[in-house]
């Protein structure tokens, strides 16, 4: 069974620091693509970040980009989401996601993690 499991969410206040970890199982990940979404309360799940197997190529989300910076590790079938000069509207929660492909600069995975909530105050 698949599985991949989201860690770091927390409570930060504006302008604070968070690391997000996501570490799958089941089967390796290490020539495949990965990558982060989230979903806001009463929003659509939003597309963040994606990362091509061996890190060459890197996607993010406008919302996002110049603050998030997503990596991966696959000695550890693990992929990464630094999150900084964080913002009230980044209040969410955080998914992880494995596998799939990418369309021009938009990741559609074939797996998903639980999810991990992350919360910012203002």
């Known amino acids: 069974q698949v599985q991949l499991v989201e860690s770091g969410g927390g409570m930060v206040q504006a302008g604070g620091s968070l690391s997000l970890s996501c570490v799958a199982s089941?089967?390796?990940?290490?020539?495949?693509?990965m990558g982060w979404y989230r979903r806001a309360p009463g929003k659509v799940r939003e597309f963040l970040s994606g990362i091509s197997w061996n890190g060459g190529s890197r996607y993010y989300a406008d919302s996002v980009k110049g603050r998030f910076t997503i990596s991966r590790d696959n000695d550890k079938n693990a992929v990464y989401l630094q999150m900084n000069s964080l913002k009230p509207e980044d209040t969410a929660v955080y998914y992880c996601a494995g596998d799939g492909y990418f369309s021009g600069s938009y990741y559609y995975p074939d797996y998903w993690g639980q999810g991990t909530q992350v919360t910012v105050s203002s």
């Open positions: 089941g089967r390796t990940f290490s020539s495949a693509p």
